[in-house]
């Protein structure tokens, strides 16, 4: 079985969103469904506080290290109006990684965020079976990609 690194977007703090996207993937695993390993930036790293420069600067390298060793990118679409610049960078990060980005709808709103609907690899509903089968699928257009790359 494939084992997925996985980043979720967080901006930067965890909350109610993130931890029931992780509660999922945990319960997949408990199910023999997928194995995952987390790639998020750890929440208690006291040198990451991007309300300063130093901070700042400190996030977006560690981020930038988690999404690099990521195979898929989980966009929270939701946390857009908290942390719209986390999100935005999260994205526009993992896309210049090339790596699959999943968007995951916002949860009770009306409309996703332009940046992650623009750059998604996919768009699935707020719910643990399409978050799961996106992942799954993912690993067919991985395999679809590279043979692509072998090819040319």
Request: hydrophobic residues 35%.
């Amino acid at each position: 079985m494939k084992k997925y690194n996985v980043f979720i977007s967080h901006g930067w703090e965890y909350d109610e969103q993130y931890n029931k996207v992780e509660d999922w993937l945990d319960e997949a695993y408990s199910k023999c469904l997928l194995v995952w390993d987390n790639y998020s930036v750890p929440l208690l790293d006291t040198d990451l506080n991007p309300r300063s420069s130093i901070g700042k600067k400190k996030l977006q390298e560690k981020i930038n290290n988690q999404i690099a060793q990521a195979s898929i990118v989980l966009i929270l679409s939701g946390m857009y109006t908290a942390h719209p610049y986390w999100i935005e960078y999260e994205v526009l990060k993992a896309a210049n990684y090339g790596k699959y980005i999943i968007g995951v709808e916002p949860w009770k709103q009306e409309s996703t965020p332009k940046v992650v609907s623009d750059y998604a690899d996919i768009m699935v509903e707020w719910n643990k079976s399409s978050v799961t089968k996106a992942m799954l699928e993912s690993l067919t257009h991985n395999m679809i990609t590279s043979c692509v790359t072998l090819n040319s």
